[in-house]
């Protein structure tokens, strides 16, 4: 049976959870610092809270989805600073650094932090096509599975606190070469005059294909980028944490470098809040100046 739940960041992401939860009858309380984004909770039947405090106050388990590692500071601050001990299911992707920190305020105020990364697009949590990286106690996470299967396809209890961020990482280093990846492939399939839909439908099925080849070459197909499913200037935030931590293990990537300058030329090209499919109009626009 659903129960109550409470969602902090109502975000793409926040906003895509809430409502497959609410569809699936889960009460859901929710806040944001953007008052649309709140207007549209209660407007899919969830329950807008003005602050972090009031979510607390009506749900046992809270779900955060922030943007940046100040606002999980900021919430982890508020969170603790209320009485009743709660679940608080860190979804962002962030430094382990700030994720580690956010557990300490969590846990010393007697709260149970689980760091719960998300594999998967805006579009994928649309459709509850989540990948859950659950981390962090594993009697907790086994009573979120109910609230898991609600709003994602999948989830797994990877160990200790933190490795549902080191996960995402690896993840998330496929998916900034696969995306260039896919961008290539359709560069070479238009240059070579063929009919970008059929090569879409043909290298998808083929031994090349990959979820971000399914996903971002039909927009690429018709040079069309919105909207967005995970924004060029997101992106380029999750790839500076995933550069910075390789880094601290020592470690050289050589195609995950190789694919940064391409989404930082989509930054300066001013395609920050467009899909990173539009790695595909940086390179195009290279080829055509040759």
């Known amino acids: 049976m659903a129960g109550t739940v409470g969602i902090i960041g109502l975000g793409i992401m926040g906003g895509a959870i809430s409502k497959n939860l609410i569809e699936r009858g889960w009460r859901v309380f929710g806040t944001d610092l953007d008052a649309a984004k709140c207007a549209q909770l209660t407007a899919g039947g969830g329950i807008a ?9 009506n749900a046992p388990v809270i779900l955060t989805s922030l943007p940046s590692p100040y606002a999980l500071a900021a919430v982890a601050a508020a969170i603790a600073a209320t009485t009743a001990p709660r679940v608080v299911v860190e979804t962002s992707t962030l430094a382990l650094a700030d994720k580690l920190a956010a557990h ?15 594999s998967g697009t805006g579009a994928q949590a649309a459709n509850r096509d989540l990948v859950i990286y659950a981390s962090g106690d594993s009697a907790s996470i086994a009573a979120q599975m109910p609230l898991f299967g609600d709003f994602a396809r999948a989830a797994h209890d990877i160990g200790a606190f933190g490795n549902g961020t080191r996960m995402k990482f690896v993840a998330n280093l496929l998916v900034a070469i696969h995306n260039i990846a896919a961008a290539e492939a359709m560069l070479l399939a238009d240059a070579a005059g063929l009919d970008p839909n059929l090569v879409v439908q043909l290298a998808g099925a083929g031994a090349g294909a990959s979820r971000m080849f399914d996903m971002r070459a039909p927009m690429m197909a018709v040079r069309t980028y919105t909207p967005a499913t995970m924004r060029v ?3 380029q935030k999750d790839m500076e944490i995933i550069g910075a931590f390789a880094h601290d293990l020592g470690l050289t990537l050589p195609l995950f470098e190789a ?13 920050g809040d467009q899909d990173t499919a539009a790695v595909f109009a940086v390179l195009d626009k290279a080829h055509q100046k040759t």
């Open 233 to 235: 200037s997101t992106w």
């Open 104 to 118: 300490e305020v969590l846990t010393k105020a007697g709260h149970t932090a689980l760091d719960c990364t998300l």
């Open 49 to 57: 809270c003005p602050d972090v405090a009031t979510v607390c106050a």
């Open 259 to 271: 694919s940064a300058p391409i989404y930082t030329k989509a930054m300066e090209a001013g395609l």
